[in-house]
């Protein structure tokens, strides 16, 4: 069976990077980690947030996407992911009997991969995805993987949940991600996990 897997959110924990170079971008944010994640999880996006509580009127809400875009990738951002607690356990128990596949909507192929790299995960992929934001992740799977209605997607986002259903594959939605329980209840996946670590199939 096919279990594909979303990168940010779902494999590694990326809440601190994205709080990091919010709290860059925005220097006036007395917002703390809990506070802006409490916020966000609800699904409230940043144009919201920089409107509402930063009264940000929309050039200046179009300059703060141009450069998160520019800087989310960056190095110096990009060392404050972490390995998501018992993954690396989980990954080698299911690459022993399922094929695995990671796809995210990274920019770049290449941090992509250098970050699998340096976790030591690319012996547990047989493909790696990366939508490069050009294409969605449903196109890029089915052009690259033979889908089967019993295989799996796990992720942290509705999208994800979402790419699953268009590609008419079951869908685990987990909790160490960019949304809270409630929010991802509302895209119907078929369960909700704590962690990929407590999948089991
Ligand atoms: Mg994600």
Known sequence: MNIIFDFDGTLIDSKERLFKLFSFLVPESKLDFEAYWTIKKQGIGHAE???QQFNYQSN??????????????KPIWINYDKPILGVENKLMALFE??????VTARQSYEIAKNQISTFQWDKYFKTILVTKQEKEKSQLILENIEIQNEDWILGDTGKDILTGKTLQINTA???TGFLNEEKLKSYNPDIIIDSVANFMI
Not at 60 to 73: D, G, S, T, V
């Open 49 to 51: 947030i920089l409107e």
């Open 60 to 73: 200046a809400i179009q300059e703060f996407q141009l450069k998160w875009h520019q800087e989310i990738e």
């Open 97 to 102: 009997i399922h094929q695995l596949h990671l």
């Open 173 to 175: 939605a987990v909790l």
